[in-house]
């Protein structure tokens, strides 16, 4: 038989993730889609990071790796 249920539970009971609201949870945690992250962003907050984008990684390697021009524009 595994400890681990016991021992997350232990963990789990010791911290205050269980005090935390739902609602906040679901405006924290991300769906988990790629470019998710822009929903949470107002206009003026996603202009200055497609212009931080464009100035810091358009055109390294990174930045082609990110995929930001498919997934986050």
């Known amino acids: 038989m595994s400890s681990k249920p016991v021992v997350l539970s232990e963990v789990y009971n010791a911290s205050n993730l269980h005090q935390i609201p739902v609602f906040f949870l679901s405006r924290v945690l991300s769906s988990g889609e790629v470019g998710d992250w822009k929903n949470n962003f107002s206009d003026t907050q996603s202009k200055q990071m497609d212009e931080l984008f464009q ?15 498919l997934y986050c524009q």
């Open 55 to 69: 100035d810091k990684l358009a055109g390294t390697n990174l930045g082609a790796r990110l995929k930001y021009d």
